[in-house]
């Protein structure tokens, strides 16, 4: 049926010459794992036919939400997400084709006005905000210690039921993280993303037992301390490294920055560079009223991602120059299967409520950790 | 092999897994750009395949497009937001090709790694559907109708997703190449104008682009 012109094959081989065996023994771990739980769960409807033959009800299946760990997930996480699956198996039986919702409610596409844009002063503002994040608190992060980054969220998504697509907005919800200085411990709670309202771990290593490396994408307080500071170098180092991915390669070394703005604690010399960094990058633009997740007013550092109509904002207060958050403004109309994404629709929103350094996972600079304080 | 697993065979789950779990790997790989995460999606495709079981039609083929389907629903849940894949998947390429050069590894796995980096970054510039339909098609070589019938929906919504999912992709790479040339970073991007711009408020950003 698939016509194979050369093109196609070319496609075709970008894709099926990625392929990768499992890491050694672990096909034979998932298959014992998997008919020992499948047995199980033969026992186990053995014994409710037994004891409960007429009472079991078609139980609803959206009251079970089935998630799977997210990335760097240990062992016991993983384990628990699949014993998940063991009790949905038997409670949500024929409930559906397994495509679930997130445990955020979802309403109408967000949407806002977009602001006028112009290149007029931006190296003015930029030098104004480097100078107020050189003034901003920002104590250092000890070893034991974890920074604390509380933030609200939402974002506008396509969803799929049954072939038929619509837009989506998210309801704004609150999210809370911790991350060791190292970056190889960490707590998440997100109600979009977890199973439980516990939240769920970052700790690395994952189950193969490696420890990924902070890289710009996926930087370590450790790590962004130790990053040059010098405008020029940083520009240089974050165009190389991320060489290849994003739209363009101004857009991407946008992006990244705007990554290592919103959830993560820079020290403030690296703060303070960013912003000077970011006045390098061609096609930046201020736009003179944004409003961050939050409802907060302010005045946007922006680029237009030309290849998608997406605009990233990344919004501070008009007087004190103070990081307020982010959003992604559809500023050009694009079609997509059939939905037409609005310019005006906001495509993710997130505001920055809290960030701090705090000596216990899940502690906040409120409250103290529930269990393991210190 | 349908019949036995609608039957529940235990025997018959464990010759699947044999025989798919590679392949249910790879791709949940493809969509979620991240290899220990598309270890817990397949490991938990299986599960799920077996709670379906009595859903698998007892007429057909082989039982491949089913589990890819399982598992293209099981990745979906990973990244709800197209934004979380990009991230994921720019991670991985940089992740791929920035682990250095050790004197034993054969040029054959670097090239590999960079062979991961160029499909990640390129899926990562689709959108979810597209990149399903994509992955299901060219990376695990199914048909329109056995795509159809992992995805659930209709064979014409199949090859008109992949159809523009393979212009995206070839758009893409030409972009991705004449910006390599470009050096001053200026001109005209025919390529990737917008017709039928309503957007006014942005037209002088787009101007005042350099």
Request: aromatic content about 4%.
């Amino acid at each position: 049926m698939n016509a194979n012109t050369p093109r196609d094959e070319q496609d075709a081989q970008l894709l099926s010459r990625t392929a990768r065996d499992l890491p050694s023994g672990r096909h034979q771990f998932h298959k014992e794992r998997l008919m020992a739980q499948i047995h199980e769960q033969v026992q186990q409807s053995r014994r409710d036919e037994r004891t409960a033959a007429p009472a079991v009800p078609a139980a609803p299946a959206k009251a079970r939400r089935l998630r799977l760990p997210r990335p760097a997930i240990t062992l016991p996480a993983m384990a628990f997400g699949l014993s998940a699956v063991i009790v949905a198996g038997v409670v949500t039986l024929g409930g559906g084709d397994g495509v679930r919702e997130s445990g955020v409610a979802t309403g109408p596409a967000l949407t806002t006005d977009i602001g006028t844009a112009t290149t007029k002063g931006v190296p003015q503002l930029l030098d104004q905000i480097s100078l107020a994040a050189a003034e901003g608190d920002h104590p250092t992060v000890r070893a034991g210690q974890y920074i604390y980054i509380e933030s609200v969220l939402a974002d506008t998504h396509v969803r799929t039921v049954d072939d038929r697509s619509s837009l989506v907005g998210q309801e704004l919800h609150k999210r809370q993280m911790w991350e060791s200085a190292d970056g190889v411990e960490g707590w998440l709670i997100d109600p979009a993303v977890n199973d439980s309202s516990e939240g769920e771990t970052l700790t690395l290593p994952d189950e193969q037992g490696n420890t990924p490396k902070a890289h710009l994408g996926s930087p370590s307080y450790d790590y962004l301390a130790k990053l040059t500071t010098d405008p020029d170098a940083l520009l240089a180092k974050i165009y190389k490294e991320t060489e290849g991915q994003g739209n363009t390669p101004d857009q991407q070394a946008f992006s990244t920055i705007g990554d290592l703005l919103s959830e993560s604690y820079p020290p403030p010399e690296l703060y303070s560079a960013l912003f000077e960094t970011a006045a390098k990058i061609p096609g930046v633009v201020v736009v003179d009223d944004a409003v961050d997740a939050a409802g907060r007013h302010g005045v946007a550092v922006a680029r237009l991602d030309e290849t998608s109509g997406q605009r990233e904002e990344w919004i501070f207060d008009k007087k004190t120059h103070v990081y307020l958050g982010a959003r992604n403004v559809q500023v050009k109309p694009l079609k997509e299967e059939g939905i037409l994404i609005k310019p005006g629709t906001v495509n993710f929103t997130m505001a920055i409520k809290n960030r701090a350094v705090v000596d216990g996972m899940k502690e906040t600079p409120s409250a103290p950790a529930p269990s393991q304080a210190g | 092999m349908r019949t036995r697993v609608r039957a529940g065979d235990q025997g018959a789950f464990g010759e699947l897994f044999d025989a798919y779990a590679r392949a249910v790997y790879n791709h949940a790989y493809r969509l979620t750009a991240d290899w220990s995460t598309a270890e817990d999606v397949m490991a938990s495709t299986f599960m799920e395949a077996w709670r379906l079981r009595d859903k698998v039609d007892p007429e057909g083929g082989s039982l491949r497009p089913w589990l890819l389907g399982i598992a293209t629903n099981t990745a979906r849940n990973q990244f709800r937001s197209n934004r979380r894949y990009r991230r994921a998947a720019s991670a991985a390429a940089a992740a791929e090709t920035a682990v250095p050069d050790h004197a034993d590894e054969v040029a054959g796995r670097i090239d590999d790694r960079r062979r991961i980096a160029t499909a990640l970054t390129a899926l990562a510039a689709l959108r979810r559907p597209e990149r399903e339909v994509i992955t299901l098609c060219l990376g695990e070589g199914l048909d329109y109708e056995a795509a159809a019938e992992a995805l659930g929906i209709p064979v014409g919504t199949v090859a008109s997703r992949l159809s523009r999912a393979r212009k995206k992709l070839r758009r893409t790479a030409a972009g991705n190449a004449a910006e390599k040339v470009r050096v001053n970073r200026e001109g005209p991007r025919p390529v990737r104008q917008t017709r039928g711009d309503h957007a006014k408020a942005i037209r002088p950003a787009q101007e005042g682009n350099r």
